[in-house]
Nanobody
Framework: QVQLIESGGGLVQAGGSLRLSCAASGLTFSTYGLGWFRQAPGKEREFVAAINWSGGRTYYADSAKGRFTISRDNARKTVYLQMNSVKPEDTAVYTC???????????????WGRGTQVTVSS
């Protein structure tokens, strides 16, 4: 059974930083692409960032470019999302996702976590 468990969400002031983590189990981690999606209240889920199986390629939504960084540690079976210069519009539930090979841009996943809330205060 595949499990993706997010952590690191919380309340942060605008302009601050936050690092999300996602620990995976039940899949051959080093062969899967990992990513982050988010959903704000009243809005559809949207892609944020993704990384391929080797870590050699990353994908970012325009809203995340220059502020967020995705990385992975295959030894720890964990993917991270470093969020800098956060804005109130980044407030959402952030969900970790896994897919064998990402489309370009990433739009869907095979496995999903349950999400972690990020709230940015102004």
């Amino acid at each position: 059974q595949v499990q993706l468990i997010e952590s690191g969400g919380g309340l942060v002031q605008a302009g601050g930083s936050l690092r999300l983590s996602c620990a995976a189990s039940g899949l051959t981690f080093s062969t899967y692409g990992l990513g982050w999606f988010r959903q704000a209240p009243g809005k559809e889920r949207e892609f944020v960032a993704a990384i391929n199986w080797s870590g050699g390629r990353t994908y970012y939504a325009d809203s995340a470019k220059g502020r967020f960084t995705i990385s992975r540690d295959n030894a720890r079976k964990t993917v991270y999302l470093q969020m800098n210069s956060v804005k109130p519009e980044d407030t959402a539930v952030y969900t970790c996702a896994a897919r064998w090979r990402w489309s370009d841009p990433p739009s869907d996943a095979e496995y999903w976590g349950r999400g972690t809330q990020v709230t940015v205060s102004s």
